[in-house]
Antibody
Framework: QVQLQESGPGLVKPSGTLSLTCAVS?????????WSWVRQPPGKGLEWIGE???????NYNPSLKSRVTISVDKSKNQFSLKLSSVTAADTAVYYC?????????????WGQGTMVTVSS | QSALTQPASVSGSPGQSITISCTGT?????????VSWYQQHPGKAPKLMIY???NRPSGVSNRFSGSKSGNTASLTISGLQAEDEADYYC???????????FGGGTKLTVL
């Protein structure tokens, strides 16, 4: 049973860089899946941030693309998110999720989420 | 503003059926059979309930069903139970550079 666990600082200063890691357990990050980050501002809906394949190929939400970097570390079976130049608008619960692109197409496994607050 | 449009709220009594709609465009909902639905209880992570328009993952009750017509997908919950009270989000793959889009979410209240 694959499980995902997010980790990282819960507080980031404005203009700083948000850095989170998602550890994959119970399975290999090199499986035929994409690995994604999704965020949810307090009281609001879900927003897709981007995704990565174990080869290093990435896709990003155009609205965040200039500030986002997603990377993978196969030796540690984890992937990471960096979001630069953060503002209060980036305050949210950040989820990592496994994405299938065949035989099914959905986010089938989610981490528990980690709250990140942008504040001085 | 979310890419996919859902009603903000729906309600129903125990035992009844409700349907939540999710409207997109021909670039997402209408163009691919890659619509999925997620249930989210307060303070919890989303849970996959329906994938590829109408398929249920193992372990999801058959009271949950999905369908699609044109650019609008729907989630139907039959035999409403108190535990179904939650937020529901639809999602679709999109041909735009965004790749994945979500609806704004629908709060289901079981009266």
């Amino acid at each position: 049973q694959v499980q995902l666990q997010e980790s990282g600082p819960g507080l980031v200063k404005p203009s700083g860089t948000l850095s989170l890691t998602c550890a994959v357990s119970g399975g290999s990050i090199s499986s035929s899946n994409w690995w994604s980050w999704v965020r949810q501002p307090p009281g609001k809906g879900l927003e897709w941030i981007g995704e990565i394949y174990h080869s290093g190929s990435t896709n990003y939400n155009p609205s965040l693309k200039s500030r986002v970097t997603i990377s993978v570390d196969k030796s540690k079976n984890q992937f990471s998110l960096k979001l630069s130049s953060v503002t209060a608008a980036d305050t949210a619960v950040y989820y990592c999720a496994r994405v299938w692109m065949g035989p099914l197409h959905a986010f089938d496994i989610w981490g528990q989420g980690t709250m990140v607050t942008v504040s001085s | 503003q979310s890419a996919l449009t859902q009603p903000a709220s729906v309600s129903g009594s125990p035992g009844q059926s409700i349907t939540i709609s999710c409207t997109g465009t021909s670039s997402d909902v209408g163009g691919y059979n890659y619509v999925s639905w997620y249930q989210q209880h307060p303070g919890k992570a989303p849970k996959l309930m329906i994938y590829d328009v109408s398929n249920r993952p193992s372990g999801v009750s058959n009271r949950f069903s999905g369908s699609k017509s044109g650019n609008t997908a729907s989630l139907t919950i039959s035999g409403l139970q108190a535990e179904d009270e939650a937020d529901y989000y639809c999602s679709s793959y999109t041909s735009s550079s965004t790749h994945w889009v979500f609806g704004g979410g629908t709060k289901l209240t079981v009266l």
